[in-house]
């Protein structure tokens, strides 16, 4: 089955503590990207991935650091997570950018105390 | 930049009513839209899209949206609304290596 698989689905942590939150994709896609999705903002987008090794900034890449070291990897890590991160995260991939037909992991929600 | 407005964040139907959800982009050239579905504690999933091949769109779940250049929108329509379409919608447009979201409208079907 085509999915995109996100771990952990939920998450509660403190400031300041490094996490990593992974994302898997299954379909061979060259294109991946992290989102956040706040009440009232819609979906935001955080880095994005367009193959192996490139990697590139979206909307709200504050805070945030991504790597690309497998085409189905494309773990998000907030190396110093702070209340203002407190967020629904979705990963997405698609075959390639501009498409829009973008496969969505089933989220994770981080709270940071 | 693409930028994509949903007009009312929250939409109140009777069952059996018409859905009408409206979107607004702004682009000099019609780029790639979509709408997308997210029920409650799910992902996003694809209803429809629009590339330019027909301004009338058919989607799953018997939603259509209809690409109106001259008035730069892309309106998300259903007959008859029933229970199971109570979720949140998002109007998308794509960038060149990313995807534009409005800010969603939360379809509430009134039994």
């Known amino acids: 089955e085509a999915q995109v698989t996100q771990n952990p689905r939920y998450l509660i942590t403190v400031t300041g503590k490094k996490l990593t939150v992974t994302c898997s994709q299954n379909?061979?896609?060259?294109?991946m990207s992290w989102y956040r999705q706040d009440p009232g903002l819609g979906l935001r987008q955080i880095y994005y991935?367009?193959?192996?090794?490139?990697?590139d900034k979206g909307d709200v890449p504050e805070g945030y650091k991504v790597s690309r070291k497998e085409k189905r990897n494309f773990p998000l890590i907030l190396e110093s997570p702070s209340p203002n991160q407190t967020s629904l995260y979705f990963c997405?991939?698609?075959?390639?950018?501009?498409?829009?037909?973008?496969?969505f992991g089933p989220g994770t929600r981080l709270t940071v105390t | 930049a693409q930028s994509v407005t949903q007009l009312g964040s929250h939409v109140s139907v009777s069952e059996g009513a018409l859905v009408l959800l409206r979107c607004n982009y702004s682009?000099?050239?019609?780029?790639?839209l979509f709408w997308y579905v997210q029920y409650p504690n799910q992902g996003l999933q694809l209803l429809l899209k629009y590339t330019s091949a027909a301004t009338l769109v058919k989607g799953i779940n018997g939603f259509e949206a209809e690409f109106k250049k001259s008035e730069t929108s892309f309106h998300l329509t259903k007959p008859s609304a029933h229970m199971s379409d109570a979720a949140e919608y998002f109007c998308?447009?794509?960038?060149?290596?990313?995807?534009?979201f409005g800010t969603g409208t939360r379809l509430t079907v009134i039994p």
């Open positions: 997405a991939s698609s075959l390639s950018s501009g498409t829009g037909l973008q496969y």
């Open positions: 991935s367009m193959n192996v090794e490139v990697t």
């Open positions: 998308v447009a794509s960038g060149a290596n990313n995807l534009f």
């Open positions: 682009s000099s050239v019609p780029p790639y």
């Open positions: 379909m061979n896609h060259e294109y």
